[in-house]
């Protein structure tokens, strides 16, 4: 079964860091685009991060911009986000999503995603 | 960055009902389009891409049609199952913008 399961969520305070995984399984991960995708409590969808098969290109939303990092471990099938300076406004449960083949920031598998809650 | 309307906010329907959601870009997007449909709790599903084709294993009562600004995702014959939130995407251009979302629920 096509997998991707998120883990290390949960509650930062402002300026405070995180890093979140994506595990996936079922799947050559490493033929793969990978992203995040981030819904804040309540509220709609926003791409977050992208990153490609090698991890040579990565490219980020102007909200996270200077702030995240995302990266790829292709040996441990493993996607990850690394938060920093965290603001309130980063609250919110975050997915990691597979690119559809051929049509990048479509996405054709996600996760069930981890909560960010960033509060003092 | 292009914004995307979803219209209505909320639609009310009834089991065996056809439905049509709207999804309007702020500038021309080509058939650069996904739709998406997320229930309580679980991931988003990609239903359709490329404005009209409909996902590897989405049933056919979901259809997709539109091109350049306007686009409308119809559900044929309503299940329990479609009641959920319904989301239009385009990825056209940086930043790849999700309409707010549509919730469709039982009349």
């Known amino acids: 079964e096509v997998q991707l399961v998120e883990s290390g969520g949960g509650l930062v305070q402002p300026g405070g860091s995180l890093r979140l995984s994506c595990a996936a399984s079922?799947?050559?991960?490493?033929?793969?685009?990978m992203n995040w995708v981030r819904q804040a409590p309540g509220k709609g969808l926003e791409w977050v991060s992208y990153i490609s098969t090698g991890g040579g290109a990565t490219y980020y939303a102007d909200s996270v911009k200077g702030r995240f990092t995302i990266s790829r471990d292709n040996a441990k099938n493993s996607l990850y986000l690394q938060m920093n300076s965290l603001r309130v406004e980063d609250t919110a449960l975050y997915h990691c999503?597979?690119?559809?083949?051929?049509?990048?920031?479509?996405?054709?598998?996600w996760g069930r995603g981890t909560l960010v809650t960033v509060a003092s | 960055d292009i914004q995307m309307t979803q219209s209505p906010s909320t639609l009310s329907a009834s089991v065996g009902d056809t439905v049509t959601i709207t999804c309007r870009a702020s500038q021309s997007i080509s058939n650069r389009l996904a739709w998406y449909h997320q229930t309580p709790g679980k991931a988003p599903k990609l239903l359709i891409y490329?404005?009209?084709s409909l996902q590897s294993g989405v049933p056919s009562k979901f259809s997709g049609s539109g091109s350049g600004t306007e686009f409308t995702l119809t559900i044929s014959s309503l299940q329990p199952d479609d009641f959920a939130t319904y989301y239009c995407q385009q990825y056209y251009r940086y930043s790849y913008t999700f309409g707010q979302g549509t919730k469709l629920e039982i009349k």
């Open positions: 490329k404005a009209t």
């Open positions: 999503a597979r690119d559809l083949v051929s049509y990048d920031y479509v996405f054709d598998v």
């Open positions: 079922g799947f050559t991960f490493s033929s793969y685009d």
